[in-house]
Nanobody, 127 residues
């Protein structure tokens, strides 16, 4: 049974940075596209970033382009979300997700594609 465990969230002032990590257990990591989603208070869950199985393709929601970077390390079975220039609007619980796919190069923004989800890590940026 696969499991995803996130870490790295916290309280950071506006303009600051955090690196979120997500370790995959019990999965053949290379068979999964990975994604980060977030849910802000009172809002729907939204796609943040995705990375293909081979790590060569990435995609981002418009509001984080140029500020966030997703990456993966196959040896460590870990996906990262490096965040910079954080804003109060980035305050949310951040979830990583793994989606089994036969495509080595596609990324996915739909939650329905993902088979496994982490428990979430809180990011708070005070206004």
């Amino acid at each position: 049974q696969g499991q995803l465990v996130e870490s790295g969230g916290g309280l950071v002032q506006a303009g600051g940075s955090l690196r979120l990590s997500c370790v995959a257990y019990g999965l053949t990591f290379s068979a999964y596209a990975m994604g980060w989603f977030r849910r802000a208070p009172g809002k729907e869950r939204e796609f943040v970033a995705g990375i293909s199985r081979n790590g060569e393709t990435t995609s981002y929601t418009a509001s984080v382009k140029g500020r966030f970077t997703i990456s993966r390390d196959g040896d460590k079975k870990t996906v990262y979300l490096q965040t910079h220039s954080l804003e109060p609007e980035d305050t949310a619980v951040y979830y990583c997700a793994a989606g089994h796919t036969t495509s080595a190069t596609r990324t996915y923004s739909s939650p329905a594609v993902y088979n496994y989800w982490g428990q979430g890590t809180q990011v708070t940026v005070p206004s």
